[in-house]
């Protein structure tokens, strides 16, 4: 099967047989990482930019890792770096970045659906690392390797994703991937941070935790982004920690070989205790290994795949 997209713009352009080429290739990526020399030349020649507006660690250095294990020529920018300071739009700055002739470009943007606007204006391909408040593809595709590692599976099984819904874009594409691959969803949190008629998205929405992760196989923490929130949505963190955080207590409620999840960056002690982000059921610091895998599958796909349609 050859991979139909020129674009990785969200989950929710994704089939399911989409989601599965990417998956089964990413699997076999894996075993590059393991290797004493971590590279292979699959994608010589190639040039990948990566430009992130908004501040990342574990995704910008995992797909310069990955590009780099693929043998293509990598290049990092920031906003802070760029001739964005000086006033230069978003769409000059990436129109002189094709102008160099990269054959991809990895974006992480402030506002939802900058990096569609991009694609529509330039010849390159265009990944989306992640989008304001919108969606966040490779991470719901790392969290679905993941899972399918650790269960065998994905049909069938219940996730429970607790915290800040509505400025989330993992909990975006996490529900649209998810529910493709014939998962069930419950989105829990505040009534302040669930977003009005999301469950038309196919997600049960809980309010209440301990109902939530009731017999789940998969539970899976967000934090409270309060760099987007225009206005404090809470009393305090200490009262969020005491309904939405979660503890050993809360943990025995789920199925006893539930995984625990977290996209990253933790708040310790306020959505996830330490004794569960670093217990035997946490598989936290797996998502941030199999983000590399999914992420050269992801770049082995849209620079050589067949790309006849966008």
């Known amino acids: 099967m050859s991979f139909r997209h020129k674009h990785i713009l969200g989950t929710e352009q994704l089939s399911k047989e989409d989601i599965e080429l990417i998956l089964d290739t990413a699997d076999s990526f894996k075993e590059i990482n393991s290797r004493e020399i971590k590279k292979v030349p699959t994608l010589r020649g190639k040039t990948i930019v990566n430009l992130f507006y908004e501040a990342s660690t574990r995704t910008r250095t995992s797909f310069e890792i990955a590009g780099k294990r693929l043998s293509a020529d990598t290049i990092n920018m920031t906003a802070s770096t760029s001739s964005v300071t000086k006033g230069e739009t978003l769409e000059d700055t990436a129109r002189n970045i094709e102008a160099m002739k990269p054959d991809i470009l990895v974006m992480r943007h402030s506002a939802s659906g900058a990096p569609h606007y991009l694609a529509e204006r330039i010849d390159c391909s265009v990944i989306n690392a992640g989008d304001g408040a919108h969606e966040h593809p490779s991470q719901a595709l790392l969290d679905l390797l993941t899972i399918r590692q650790h269960k065998g599976k994905l049909e069938g099984l219940t996730v429970a994703i607790v915290g800040d819904i509505s400025h989330s874009r993992v909990a975006r594409s996490d529900l649209y991937a998810m529910t493709k691959m ?129």
Request: charged share 20%; hydrophobic share 45%; glycine share 10%.
């Open 182 to 310: 014939g998962m069930r969803v419950r989105l829990c949190g505040p009534g302040t941070m669930v977003p009005p008629g999301i469950e038309k998205l196919g997600a049960e929405v809980f309010t209440n935790m301990d109902e939530a992760i009731r017999d789940a196989d998969v539970v899976m923490m967000l934090r409270i982004q309060l760099e987007r929130q225009g206005k404090t949505l809470l009393p305090s963190l200490r009262e969020y920690a005491r309904f939405y955080g979660l503890n050993p207590t809360r943990l025995a409620l789920a199925r006893k070989d539930a995984i625990v999840m977290h996209p990253g960056p933790m708040n310790r002690g306020v959505e996830i205790s330490s004794y569960v982000a670093d217990g035997e059921q946490s598989v936290i610091l797996g998502q941030v290994e199999n983000g590399v895998a999914v992420r050269m599958a992801l770049l082995y796909l849209v620079a050589g795949g067949d790309q006849s349609e966008a």
